[in-house]
């Protein structure tokens, strides 16, 4: 199926927000929070999960992340000395673990073009949380680089890696990811990654209706009884660069519809709290889940929303945190720890940053007029991760 021939109007602006001011009360040494892992914001969910952004960069200029009309070659980086370094990283990571946070995520751009990112890994992976146990330290990728890095990754201490994945025919992949990289190769980088031992594996589709939507299927058959577990992803609104439309966006129930047209599925239950994904395991012949088959998930941001769980936070690469996919603004960790804030402190911030948190930007989404939601200015996807 082709393209959507409706022209998309691409807004020419720099995805990088304005920070938001440090609470006030966070500098007080009156009113210091502690890290006891007791942390909630407003609407009580508590903090359990840390994305890390370790590079702005990226090589695909996939259609719904990162559109090569704006992202082009003139489009100006952030320059190394913006970045966190990976001390910074692990020393704001320290203080999220302190919190709660028992699962970190390293995201991009492509993560794997962070020169020497398995001495983060390594650093991050040392980190226990209060109770002694190891981190959930995983990373998303769209596996470009992936088959010669994966070894180092896993002797670093990385567990598992997600892979972004569009399709499995090369035409259709190509025109989503718009540099002309071939399937086969991310295929390589999955297998790489198996190899090594970064697993289970989970491979993102985003599903864009008229783009990929026929690739549903053989997506399914391919990835069925390999150990892999694919999840279907419906093109969201993040920022304001990729023209999103709500006719754009294939449902998650049309998507299990599709699949249950060809092999039967079974509802299963949630892995753990906040889990974004709704789980569906493949059925043997008498219609029972077979775990050799493995699973499927769907992750419907848009016509299911999971705000009322959601326990993420998000730090971009130059240190701002967060607290939504969809937030338009961050607030400024970089210059504190650059400022010589003691750990103590720091800790106290973003438990004030995280106690002020009331974001639900999906649930209320439904009861925005349509141009609302389409034109709202948003940070974009590329500078914080999915």
Known sequence: MAENSTPRIVPLRDARPRHIPIPAAAMDASSRISADGSLRDRLQRPLRDLRISVTDRCNFRCSYCMPKEVFDKDYVYLPHSELLSFEEITRIA???????????????????????????????????????????LTLTTNGSLLARKAHDLKAAGLQRVTVSLDGLDDAVFQRMNDVDFPVADVLDGIAAAQAAGLGPIKVNMVVKRGTNDQEILPMARHFRGSGVVLRFIEYMDVGATNGWRMDDVLPSSAVIARLQSAMPLVALEPAQAGETAQRWGYADAGGRYDPALGEVGVISSVTQAFCGSCNRARLSTEGQLFLCLFASQGYDLRSLVRGHLDDADLASAIGHIWQGRSDRYSALRAGMPPDHAQGAKRVEMSYIGG
């Open 94 to 136: 320290t203080q999220f673990v302190a919190h709660g946070v028992e699962k970190i995520r390293l995201t991009g751009g492509e993560p794997l073009l962070r020169k020497n990112l398995e001495l983060l890994v390594a650093q991050l992976a040392a980190l226990r949380t209060p109770q002694g146990k190891p981190l959930d």
